[in-house]
């Protein structure tokens, strides 16, 4: 495996502190032609599309991007608000179909995907892909934004204060924490 497949692989969780490239075909990219895989496809309507995440962290590890083009959360503001609720609305939804598993709804600070998506995950954490200490950490540090505190900032300050590298670096490099 390449160091671009093995990045690919193990930054898909969003979890990268890198810069971001934007051009079409880089890896940054993939959330845009995974909306379309039908293997991936959970739900889809003319606001968002729900996908399972190509490498999931947990049992249960979902996407939920809006059709709108909104590639960080540093381009959201309160115009972007009902959209918010509504891709948090349909998580809910969506996890309420696995009543046996407790689900988290959140945002990465600093996603290495372009396109913003709310994770839908389990807190379980069981999975072959959950593979180093940024995994676990960009889902169980304060770099895992909590979708209603992310709406509330939104709402209360018209925009959304993201971590600098820095900060997001040292959060994905803390010791591990047992949850």
């Given at each position: 495996m390449n160091s671009s497949?093995?990045?690919?692989n193990d930054d898909d969780s969003g979890s990268s502190t890198g810069p971001k490239k934007s051009f079409r075909g880089h890896w940054?990219?993939?959330l845009l032609q995974s909306m379309s895989d039908p293997a991936l496809l959970v739900e889809k309507d003319e606001k968002i599309v729900i996908i399972k995440d190509k490498y999931p962290k947990a049992k249960y590890h979902f996407?939920?991007?809006p059709q709108e083009c909104i590639p960080d959360l540093k381009s959201l503001n309160s115009s972007h608000l009902k959209l918010l609720k509504y891709m948090h609305k349909k998580g809910e939804n969506l996890a309420a179909q696995y009543p046996s598993s407790e689900f988290?709804?959140?945002y990465h600070a600093i996603p290495s995907m372009s396109q913003i998506h709310l994770h839908v995950i389990s807190q379980d954490f069981n999975s072959p892909c959950l593979k180093t200490k940024k995994h676990w950490n960009s889902f169980t540090t304060s770099y895992f934004i909590d979708s209603d505190m992310l709406i509330q900032?939104?709402?209360e300050e018209g925009n959304v204060k993201s971590l600098s590298e820095a900060n997001g670096k040292q959060l994905l490099s803390e010791p591990l924490k047992c949850p």
């Open positions: 497949s093995k990045r690919k940054s990219q993939g996407l939920v991007l988290r709804f959140g900032q939104l709402k």
